[in-house]
């Protein structure tokens, strides 16, 4: 009977002294515990071994970083690096700013006779398409000029002479991606991708070298069509792909005689070269004689005779970050160099747009940008300064057009989705997510705003290096998702006890549904 002198003692005190604490499983964390968990769930794939992971998470409205991974690491931003750049160029050169390009001549004009040359001045405009050219060349024969004695000549001289930038593949050239950088360009449609021009390539008959079309029709490239049209039904195999350092530009392979025609960019070699080429067809279409194309600076004193004006910034950065056009970012940085130094340069307009960063409370020195893009692997960053930029601009005049310009999850338009359009539909973070994504070689990224569950907004900076395979987009998604699932602090009612069902709180299996990560 002893042994059971304890057990009654412990009824007893329990009557008299309340439930008796008995140990049981631990509860589930709430709150920012429950997130830091989440996320730590979610880059604990295995895809991610061996790979550099950084992540953090900003509450700006407490000034609480509620997750941090690898915060102070710098890593390859890729396209990221396109916020420093977007929030540099709103803060030096407003969200106003726009691009003039000019047609001028010091030239005395008799009747219809120029008697010397004909200026096409750029200052960097990304956006002048052919109808543009068009639009300028009917201005100068609307001033009654017949024929041009001397030469059109192609001004590029707003910006410095170096068209690509540090580190940036040499095997990339060829792409619409990594076009030259110059103060005067065309670009082939609304997308902007200047530097470029659009190839058409459609099958003929089985057997038959295919047909290509450039748009527009330029002889800034060389056209090399080897690729045939293959029988009906097979495989297509086309390959356009512009010589390294040169202006011959190879078709190859075969296009099944039944296939719709492929389009594809190619970049051009001398960007000044191809605007006045597409200006000078416009002015014979308009009947103004031109015998001679040429380069140089426009003179002192020139009179203007056409002139045309971009859209201002606030627009341009829609196909700037919606597209993630890289020319528009380098035009970008050294317009900045040229408003705040007087020098077009990568070095000139890199300086400003760290001093810029300065100013938006970014440390300089714990970033390496050596281009506005991220085209470039020599870029390293940290997230915890992408965070805290993206936190700090949410307070400057222009931040609703710099938000705006983001990528939107889910959104289909491409201008509104971007390149989040196929991402994160129907789930929490649709038409909430809006980011800047970054793909390199080995690098995916991720970083922008996110409207949490109780209706606050978060930022985050997501910088994946070094992995194997493919790009594990899903993984940023997952923690986009996540962060959009977020209560914030406040504690929740305990839940119910589910023995049934082995749970383990109410809030973690809820918020992690949608991912298996989680």
């Not at 050596?370 to 400057?396: C, K, M």
Request: hydrophobic share 40%; aromatic share 6%; charged share 25%.
């Amino acid at each position: 009977m002893r042994r059971w002198v304890p057990v009654l003692v412990l009824i007893l005190f329990g009557v008299l002294a309340g439930p008796l604490a008995v140990s049981s499983p631990s509860a589930a964390p709430t709150g920012p515990d429950a997130l830091r968990a989440d996320l730590d769930r979610i880059l604990a794939d295995p895809r991610l071994a061996g790979s550099h992971a950084g992540v953090v998470v900003r509450d700006p409205d407490t000034d609480e970083v509620l997750y941090s991974r690898q915060p102070a690491a710098r890593a390859t931003p890729a396209s990221t690096a396109k916020l420093f750049t977007a929030a540099a160029a709103l803060d030096e050169l407003g969200p106003g700013h726009r691009f003039r390009t000019e047609v001028r001549t010091a030239a005395p004009q008799a009747g219809s006779l120029l008697l010397g040359d004909l200026h096409l001045r750029g200052t960097g405009d990304p956006t002048m398409l052919a109808t543009d050219y068009d639009r300028l060349a009917a201005q100068v024969a609307d001033s009654g000029v017949r024929v041009v004695r001397g030469a059109v000549r192609a001004d590029a001289t707003w910006f410095d002479d170096v068209p690509l930038g540090t580190g940036w593949a040499w095997d990339d050239e060829p792409y619409y991606y990594s076009a030259p950088v110059s103060a005067l360009t065309v670009a082939p449609t609304e997308d902007y991708d200047a530097g470029t021009v659009l190839l058409r390539v459609s099958p003929a008959a089985p057997g038959r070298p295919v047909r290509v079309e450039a748009r527009p029709a330029t002889g800034a490239i060389r056209l090399d069509v080897r690729a045939t049209t293959g029988e009906p039904g097979s495989e297509p195999a086309l390959s356009v792909t512009r010589e390294h350092g040169g202006d011959r530009v190879v078709v190859s392979g075969s296009l099944p005689a039944d296939a719709e025609p492929v389009e594809e960019y190619t970049s051009v070699r001398d960007p000044a070269a191809y605007a006045v080429d597409v200006f000078t067809r416009a002015l014979r279409a308009h009947g103004v004689r031109v015998d001679r194309t040429g380069a140089g600076a426009t003179p002192d004193g020139a009179r203007l005779l056409a002139e045309r004006e971009s859209m201002p910034l606030r627009e341009l950065l829609v196909p700037f970050l919606k597209l993630s056009n890289n020319g528009h970012a380098e035009v970008l940085v050294k317009e900045m160099g040229r408003h705040a130094r007087g020098t077009g340069s990568w070095p000139a307009g890199l300086d400003v747009l760290t001093g810029r960063l300065a100013e938006l409370g970014v440390d300089p020195a714990r970033l390496r940008l050596v281009d506005g893009s991220g085209l470039s692997a020599v870029d390293g960053i940290p997230p915890d300064q992408q965070a805290l930029l993206l936190d700090q601009v949410r307070s400057r005049p222009w931040f609703a057009d710099f938000k705006a310009a983001l990528p939107l999850a889910g959104a289909p338009d491409r201008m509104v989705g971007g390149t989040l359009r196929n991402r994160m539909a129907g789930t929490p973070a649709e038409r909430n997510v809006a980011a800047k994504t970054g793909s390199l070689s080995g690098v995916s990224s991720l970083a922008g705003y996110v409207t949490a569950a109780d209706g606050r907004e978060l930022v985050f900076s997501v910088l994946f290096n070094d992995f194997l395979g493919g790009a594990p987009t899903d993984l940023e998604d997952a923690i986009a998702v996540r962060l959009a699932q977020y209560p914030g602090t406040a504690q929740r009612a305990p839940a119910v006890a589910r023995k049934d069902t082995g749970g383990t709180g109410a809030e973690s299996g809820a918020e992690c549904s949608w991912t298996k990560s989680c």
